[in-house]
């Protein structure tokens, strides 16, 4: 299973969760190291889904400000993990801290998921399946 990381998350803490899978049959990726800064997200998307790829998970808690933006990430076909409203204020240390707990949930909703889902974490630090949120499309419901 390939996973990318978007721009918004550090490098290093794409590198941290890299260092502490040990699955190897999933390759965990950083949108920054692979294409580079600056690409809009419909640039590496089909790419990378092209490529292999399954999902990405993103830095962007304000997705829903542009609500275009998620029939992109539908067409793509890639699962798409989002944080939460807040993210930002929990600073490196702090998001580093908070996707190494979910981890292993972002694991297991990337399987149980179909293609194209979209799914936001809640700002909480215990995980479970059930707390995470789709996120549907304002404009169409979906």
Do not use: C
């Not at 808690?61 to 793509?76: E, I, M």
């Not at 600073?91 to 399987?111: H, M, S, Y």
Request: aromatic fraction near 10%.
């Amino acid at each position: 299973m390939k996973v990318k990381f978007d721009e918004n998350i550090s490098t290093r803490i794409v590198q941290a969760i890299r260092a502490l899978e040990s699955d190897r049959k999933i390759e965990i990726g950083s949108v920054l190291q692979d294409y580079g800064e600056g690409k809009a997200d419909s640039e590496w998307m089909f790419r990378f889904r092209d490529d292999g790829g399954a999902a990405m998970i993103s830095g962007d808690h304000n997705l829903l400000q542009n609500p275009v933006n998620l029939a992109a990430y539908t067409a793509s076909g890639l699962i798409s993990i989002w944080p939460p409203p807040g993210f930002p204020e929990l600073k490196r240390f702090g998001q580093a801290a908070f996707l190494v707990r979910w981890w292993p949930l972002i694991k297991a909703k990337i399987t149980a998921s179909t293609a194209g889902s979209r799914w936001r974490i809640p700002l909480t630090w215990t995980p479970g399946l059930e707390k995470f949120t789709e996120l549907r499309d304002p404009r169409t419901d979906r």
